[in-house]
Nanobody, 120 residues
Framework: QVQLVESGGGLVQAGESLRLSCAASGSIFSINDMGWYRQAPGKQRELVARITSGGFANYADSVKGRFTISRENAKNTVYLQMNSLKPEDTAVYHC??????????????WGQGTQVAVSS
């Protein structure tokens, strides 16, 4: 019913930047919160940043001051600008969206993930 497609991952050196994008499509009436999570090998998935439909954002302490989340509601798209990347940011980054479907049912969806690798 709804697909989240991420893009923008890759391999960079420490200190460089990447911008992730996640576009939602399908039978969408509206989207509440959208967010980015990441999962490193051998670790649990963790919150990176979330943003409300009104633009209020919260961040994990580990990324505050380096990452910025934003969204374009008209495009059902969320972005994650990642600056000053560190090797410990290496992970698969997943997009998440709290979607109100055209049926008015409410469901959370996940993207397939995009790999971010930061070399030292």
């Amino acid at each position: 019913q709804v697909q989240l497609v991420e893009s923008g991952g890759g391999l960079v050196q420490a200190g460089e930047s990447l911008r992730l994008s996640c576009a939602a499509s399908g039978s969408i009436f509206s989207i509440n919160d959208m967010g980015w999570y990441r999962q490193a090998p051998g670790k649990q998935r963790e919150l990176v940043a979330r943003i409300t439909s009104g633009g209020f954002a919260n961040y994990a302490d580990s990324v505050k001051g380096r990452f910025t989340i934003s969204r374009e509601n008209a495009k059902n798209t969320v972005y994650l600008q990642m600056n000053s990347l560190k090797p410990e940011d290496t992970a698969v980054y997943h997009c998440n969206a709290d979607v109100i479907l055209s049926t008015r049912a409410r469901t959370a969806y996940w993207g397939q993930g995009t790999q971010v690798a930061v070399s030292s």
